[in-house]
């Protein structure tokens, strides 16, 4: 009798073992029909903002399990990364987007139709130094590394009466909450005395270093909150409140 009773206990654990696995599957099926859907709605959002990706933006919702969320119509979060955000000047590789508070009817998920709309959204990207020096590549031979709190460290070569002259300085990076600021702490020559009268140009072209970036356009209404230098690659983050995703 024991033994009986022990199979059929057996019996309903492998039962309940391959229901659950099932539920998962579907589960997960469920979840990647939906981020499809809500992928391709996201990357029209997007382009209408005029941000152009390489590729569809790649699309995660978080959260189980993921059915009662689709039924319910709201979802705990989405996260997002868009790529190549920004068209001249700065790019921004890749655009880490996190939603809050998402609701999507089921029906509008599944026909492509949207509105899908976030509660809160908060992005963060990263610039690369590369993309800095290209940006002031209209100066000849210049090289920026960044010394940390906001200093760059610059060199460059400055042409005087036919001679280069290797020169090196500092500049202050910061944000104006639309534009990157860079503003020169002066030059010297780098290694070598300036020869007599060039001073002056060495001066000019600190001028010159002088200059407003404006930064990329967000897409989905994302404010720019804080840019800071890190050691490989300049931080950007944004946010945003109530905002149709779709």
Known sequence: MATRRRKRLIALGVSLAV???????ADRIAAA???DKISGLIAAKASESGIESQRPPEV???GFPFLTQVFGGEYDQIDMTLNN???DGFVVPKLHVTAHGVTAALSDVMSGSGPIVAATMNARGEISYESLTTELEST???TVTPEGDGMLSVKATVDVAGQPIPVAGTATVSFNGQSLVIQSQGFTADGMTL???AQPIVDAFAASFNRDIPMPAMPYGLVLED???EKNAMVVTASAKNVPLA
Request: hydrophobic residues 55%; aromatic residues 0%.
């Open 85 to 87: 955000v920004g068209a």
């Open 195 to 197: 020869p007599p009268g």
């Open 33 to 35: 029909v939906a981020e």
């Open 19 to 25: 229901l659950i696995g099932l539920v998962v599957i």
């Open 140 to 142: 000849s031979g210049v």
């Open 227 to 229: 840019l800071r230098l």
């Open 60 to 62: 995660d919702i978080g």
